[in-house]
C-alpha cells in the first residue's frame, strides 16, 4: 500500500490535548498495566519450570520417641560385636533421638522438564504478543473515537450555521408576516426547523458523550473537544501481526503434547543427604551422637501409567482445538483485511463526491434564498435545501470518520506501529 499524506487533519485549537498524550496516558493507565501483569505472570511461569532443573536442597531438625531402644544409624556387624562385649562403648540406640541436618534432590535426566521451559517461554511470548495487540487496540480505540468526536463535532457546526440561517430567515419572514407578505404558518415551519436542529444538536451532544466516556475510560483523560491528528504514514501490509499471540500459544500447546509423551520416558535423579543425630545410649546412659550420609541416584523406568495416556490424549484434543482457532481467525482475519483494504479507495471518492455535493449544495441553498425572499419558492422547499446542505457536509464528515476507522483496523490486523502512523 502506497504511503500518502492524507488531509484528514482538522484544527481543533481548543483543545489541551494531542494524540501522542492520549497514547502516553493509556500506557500508565489500568487497563495496560492489567495486560502488564499477565506478562509477568507468564516470566514467572517461565522460571518456575526453568528452576525445576536445579537442584532442591534443604534443611531439618526432627525429635523422635520410641516404645524400644531405636538405632541412631545403621551398624556394621564387626562394629556391633564390639559394642556388645565392652558394656562401656555407648550403643547408638536410644529412647529419644535428636537429628538435624540437610538433604537435597537434583534432576539428572528428566526430559519434560526441558521441554515444559519451552512451552512456559512460547506462554510467555504469547502473553507479550497479547500485550502488544491489546495496547494497538486500545490505540485504535482512541484515534476511531477521535475520528467520530471530529464528525460529530463538525456535524453539530453545520447544524449551528444551518440554525443561524434559520433565524436570519425568522427574522425577515416575521416582518413580513407582520405585514401580511406571508402566512402566518410560514414562521411554525421555520419555527419547526429550529426546534429540529436544536433536537438534532442534543442527540449529537448525547453520543460526544459515550465517545468520550470510551477514551476516558482507557487513558484517563476527559476531553472537551476532539483533539487534532494527521496522518503520517499508511497502512503497512505483510503478516497477520495480530495472530502472533495465538501462534505462540499453538507452538506452546506442541510442546505440552511432547512434554506429557516425555514424561513416559526414563528419569535419573540424584539424591543425597546428611544427618547429625544426638541421643542417651540406652545400655549405659551416656551421651553419644553420630554422623550419617548418603548419597545415589534413582532411575524411574514408567511401565504402566493410565492417567498419563489419558493426559497425552487431552493435550492432543486442546492442540487441536487450538490449530481450529488459529485457522479460523486467519480465514476471518484475511477477508476483513481484503474488505477493508477494497473499501478505502472508496471512501476516498466518497470524500471527493461530498466535497463537490456540499459546493454545489451551498451554491443551490443561495439561490433557494433569494427565490424564497422573492416569494418563488415555498417555505418546505426551502427548508429541504437547508437539510441538504447538512446532510451533504454529514456524508463527508462520516467518511472521513470510517477511513479513520478503517485505517486503524487494517493496523491492528497488521500489527502496525500505529503511534508511527498517527500525530
Same mark, same amino acid.
Given at each position: 500500500?502506497?504511503?500518502?499524506?492524507?488531509?484528514?487533519?482538522?484544527?481543533?485549537?481548543?483543545?489541551?490535548?494531542?494524540?501522542?498524550?492520549?497514547?502516553?496516558?493509556?500506557?500508565?493507565?489500568?487497563?495496560?498495566?492489567?495486560?502488564?501483569?499477565?506478562?509477568?505472570?507468564?516470566?514467572?511461569?517461565?522460571?518456575? =519450570?526453568?528452576? +525445576?532443573?536445579?537442584?532442591?536442597?534443604?534443611?531439618?531438625?526432627?525429635?523422635?520417641?520410641?516404645?524400644?531402644?531405636?538405632?541412631?544409624?545403621?551398624?556394621?556387624?564387626?562394629?556391633?560385636?564390639?559394642?556388645?562385649?565392652?558394656?562401656?562403648?555407648?550403643?547408638?540406640?536410644?529412647?529419644?533421638?535428636?537429628?538435624?541436618?540437610?538433604?537435597?534432590?537434583?534432576?539428572?535426566?528428566?526430559?519434560?522438564?526441558?521441554?515444559?521451559?519451552?512451552?512456559?517461554?512460547?506462554?510467555?511470548?504469547?502473553?507479550? =504478543?497479547?500485550?502488544?495487540?491489546?495496547?494497538?487496540?486500545?490505540?485504535?480505540?482512541?484515534?476511531?473515537?477521535?475520528?467520530?468526536?471530529?464528525?460529530?463535532?463538525?456535524?453539530?457546526?453545520?447544524?449551528?450555521?444551518?440554525?443561524?440561517?434559520?433565524?436570519?430567515? +425568522?427574522?425577515?419572514?416575521?416582518?413580513?408576516?407582520?405585514?401580511?407578505?406571508?402566512?402566518?404558518?410560514?414562521?411554525?415551519?421555520?419555527?419547526?426547523?429550529?426546534?429540529?436542529?436544536?433536537?438534532?444538536?442534543?442527540?449529537?451532544?448525547?453520543?460526544? +458523550?459515550?465517545?468520550?466516556?470510551?477514551?476516558?475510560?482507557?487513558?484517563?483523560?476527559?476531553?472537551?473537544?476532539?483533539?487534532?491528528?494527521?496522518?503520517?504514514?499508511?497502512?503497512?501490509?505483510?503478516?497477520?501481526?495480530?495472530?502472533?499471540?495465538?501462534?505462540?500459544?499453538?507452538?506452546?500447546?506442541?510442546?505440552?503434547?511432547?512434554?506429557?509423551?516425555?514424561?513416559?520416558?526414563?528419569?535419573?535423579?540424584?539424591?543425597?543427604?546428611?544427618?547429625?543425630?544426638?541421643?542417651? =545410649?540406652?545400655?549405659?546412659?551416656?551421651?553419644?551422637?553420630?554422623?550419617?550420609?548418603?548419597?545415589?541416584?534413582?532411575?524411574?523406568?514408567?511401565?504402566?501409567?493410565?492417567?498419563?495416556?489419558?493426559?497425552?490424549?487431552?493435550?492432543?484434543?486442546?492442540?487441536?482445538?487450538?490449530?481450529?482457532?488459529?485457522?479460523?481467525?486467519?480465514?476471518?482475519?484475511?477477508?476483513?483485511?481484503?474488505?477493508?483494504?477494497?473499501?478505502?479507495?472508496?471512501?476516498?471518492?466518497?470524500?471527493?463526491?461530498?466535497?463537490?455535493?456540499?459546493?454545489?449544495?451551498?451554491?443551490?441553498?443561495?439561490?433557494?434564498?433569494?427565490?424564497?425572499?422573492?416569494?418563488?419558492?415555498?417555505?418546505?422547499?426551502?427548508?429541504?435545501?437547508?437539510?441538504?446542505?447538512?446532510?451533504?457536509?454529514?456524508?463527508?464528515?462520516?467518511?472521513?470518520?470510517?477511513?479513520?476507522?478503517?485505517?486503524?483496523?487494517? =493496523?491492528?490486523?497488521?500489527?502496525?506501529?500505529?503511534?508511527?502512523?498517527?500525530?
Amino acid at each position: 500500500m502506497k504511503k500518502t499524506l492524507l488531509a484528514l487533519s482538522i484544527p481543533y485549537l481548543l483543545s489541551a490535548h494531542s494524540i501522542p498524550e492520549l497514547f502516553d496516558a493509556l500506557k500508565s493507565h489500568a487497563q495496560t498495566k492489567s495486560d502488564e501483569m499477565v506478562v509477568k505472570k507468564a516470566e514467572v511461569a517461565a522460571s518456575q =519450570a526453568t528452576s +525445576q532443573l536445579y537442584p532442591t536442597i534443604s534443611l531439618f531438625g526432627t525429635y523422635d520417641n520410641y516404645s524400644s531402644p531405636t538405632n541412631m544409624k545403621p551398624i556394621a556387624p564387626n562394629v556391633m560385636k564390639q559394642m556388645l562385649v565392652d558394656n562401656a562403648i555407648s550403643q547408638p540406640y536410644s529412647y529419644n533421638i535428636y537429628k538435624g541436618g540437610a538433604q537435597f534432590t537434583m534432576p539428572i535426566f528428566v526430559k519434560s522438564i526441558y521441554t515444559m521451559a519451552d512451552k512456559a517461554k512460547a506462554m510467555q511470548k504469547s502473553a507479550q =504478543a497479547k500485550k502488544h495487540i491489546n495496547l494497538l487496540q486500545n490505540e485504535a480505540l482512541i484515534v476511531g473515537s477521535n475520528a467520530n468526536l471530529q464528525y460529530l463535532h463538525e456535524l453539530k457546526r453545520s447544524l449551528e450555521l444551518k440554525e443561524k440561517s434559520l433565524l436570519e430567515t +425568522q427574522k425577515t419572514l416575521k416582518i413580513k408576516v407582520d405585514n401580511g407578505r406571508a402566512p402566518a404558518s410560514a414562521l411554525y415551519k421555520i419555527d419547526d426547523g429550529l426546534n429540529q436542529v436544536s433536537i438534532a444538536k442534543n442527540n449529537i451532544d448525547l453520543q460526544k +458523550q459515550k465517545l468520550i466516556s470510551s477514551i476516558e475510560a482507557i487513558t484517563g483523560i476527559k476531553l472537551d473537544v476532539p483533539v487534532d491528528m494527521q496522518e503520517v504514514s499508511s497502512v503497512k501490509e505483510g503478516e497477520l501481526g495480530s495472530l502472533k499471540p495465538l501462534e505462540e500459544k499453538l507452538r506452546a500447546s506442541r510442546l505440552e503434547v511432547n512434554a506429557e509423551k516425555e514424561k513416559l520416558y526414563p528419569s535419573v535423579v540424584a539424591h543425597g543427604s546428611y544427618a547429625y543425630s544426638s541421643a542417651t =545410649a540406652y545400655n549405659n546412659n551416656k551421651d553419644v551422637n553420630e554422623e550419617y550420609g548418603d548419597i545415589g541416584v534413582v532411575i524411574n523406568i514408567p511401565l504402566l501409567a493410565m492417567s498419563q495416556y489419558d493426559s497425552i490424549k487431552k493435550s492432543k484434543i486442546e492442540l487441536r482445538s487450538d490449530e481450529v482457532e488459529l485457522e479460523k481467525l486467519r480465514e476471518e482475519l484475511s477477508a476483513k483485511a481484503d474488505m477493508l483494504k477494497s473499501s478505502l479507495p472508496l471512501l476516498d471518492n466518497s470524500i471527493k463526491l461530498s466535497q463537490k455535493s456540499i459546493e454545489n449544495k451551498e451554491k443551490l441553498l443561495q439561490i433557494a434564498k433569494v427565490n424564497y425572499k422573492s416569494g418563488r419558492l415555498s417555505t418546505e422547499e426551502y427548508l429541504r435545501y437547508e437539510d441538504d446542505v447538512v446532510d451533504a457536509k454529514a456524508k463527508l464528515y462520516q467518511a472521513k470518520a470510517q477511513k479513520w476507522q478503517t485505517q486503524m483496523q487494517l =493496523a491492528v490486523i497488521y500489527a502496525n506501529n500505529i503511534e508511527e502512523m498517527v500525530k
